[in-house]
């Protein structure tokens, strides 16, 4: 009887041996099921893109650049030549300054094989007289933004087809502001030049559109070929004409002042709608046939508030007219415009609603 009573002892002892053995591995499975991190790294990451140190520089692979502090160039010619597609130039908010002699503080070089997808941003552009700001006439699909370019002498940026340029401010007197390829965009961009003079604001080849740019003091204030959009832009203060829109164009929402010259021309099949035009020679102008100018304000005129030029199938309707010299339309405008109706105020009479109103 002892012996088997000894027996079960054993056995029991046995059997809560297990469970504590089993509880014990439960503890170390209950831990957590990833691994711990590897250590923080001791250094800091390597900088992925290629630092720019000095001038003249020339890159000749795709990449990213960036500024490591102010450059002045040492010599004439460019400061920056870009050799290769796919570039990006971050200024890294410091100032590409030229000297005497120099050319274009960045540039496609004097061979100029074409090339694409150009970026370059974030900074300053200042002092190079011989040249522009970016020159980069055979480069499609670039992008410009958040420039400041002053004192460049041939224009700010000259590009190529499909350029993006944003918010660009060029200061100065160069010969033009922004000159830009077909099918470019331009937007939230200030172009003024210090004294009166120049050639061009901002030229652009067809297919283009402008949105919310001042233009200041150049000749010509926007030239906007074929089948391009000027909006919600003001454009002040020249000696030839404010905005001259060709074929298939729209003009629209814009503020046009001080131009000896006209304020704003479309040409065939194109529009000027909702703008404002003030003391200009004359206020609006279509040259050809099917053009549109409708709901403008059109005020403080030395001449005519619009003139026709060898057109038909031309229309003026809803215009607010406001004149001290020569309120009437041109003698061949008449019979190019239909309908067209109005008497100053307050003996206006007409029955036209979509007659033009001079006050």
Not at 45 to 58: K, N
Request: charged content about 15%; aromatic content about 6%.
């Amino acid at each position: 009887m002892g012996t088997i009573t000894h027996k079960a002892g054993w056995i029991i002892a046995a059997v809560l041996g297990l469970f504590v053995v089993a509880a014990l591995a439960g503890v170390a499975r209950g831990g957590p099921l990833d691994p711990p991190g590897a250590p923080a790294p001791t250094q800091p990451p390597v900088e992925p893109r290629t630092p720019i140190s000095a001038l003249p520089f020339t890159i000749s692979q795709p990449g990213s650049y960036f500024l490591t502090q102010n450059l002045t160039a040492s010599a004439g010619g460019d400061g920056i030549t870009v050799l290769a597609d796919n570039v990006t130039i971050d200024l890294n908010g410091f100032a590409l300054t030229g000297i005497a002699g120099s050319a274009s503080a960045i540039s496609e070089g004097g061979s100029a094989p074409p090339h694409s997808g150009w970026v370059v941003k974030n900074g300053s552009i200042e002092n190079w007289p011989n040249g522009s700001g970016a020159f980069a006439v055979h480069v499609s699909g670039g992008r410009y933004e958040d420039l400041h370019i002053k004192a460049a002498g041939h224009e700010g940026i000259n590009a190529g087809p499909q350029s993006m340029v944003q918010r660009v401010t060029v200061e100065g007197d160069a010969n033009a502001g922004l000159i830009l390829r077909a099918s470019s965009n331009v937007s939230d961009c200030s172009v003024k030049r210090a004294t009166s003079g120049g050639q061009y604001g901002i030229y652009v080849e067809p297919g283009s559109t402008l949105t919310r740019c001042t233009v200041e003091s150049y000749a010509s204030g926007i030239v906007a070929w074929q089948n391009s959009k000027v909006t919600d832009c003001v454009v002040r203060n020249g000696s030839a004409d404010g905005v001259n829109a060709f074929a298939l164009s729209t003009v629209r929402n814009c503020f046009v002042s001080s131009f000896a010259g006209k304020g704003i021309i479309v040409r065939d099949n194109g529009s000027a709608v909702d703008n404002r035009v003030d003391g200009t020679w004359i206020g609006l102008q279509i040259v050809g046939s099917g053009g549109l100018v409708e709901g403008n304000l059109v005020t403080n005129l030395t001449g005519f508030w619009l003139d026709v030029e060898l057109g038909t199938g031309n229309i003026a309707l809803h215009n607010r007219l406001h004149s001290t010299g020569d309120a009437s339309v041109c003698a061949s405008c008449s019979a190019a415009i239909a309908p067209y109706e109005y008497t100053k105020p307050p003996t206006f009479d007409g029955t036209n609603p979509n007659a033009n109103i001079v006050y």
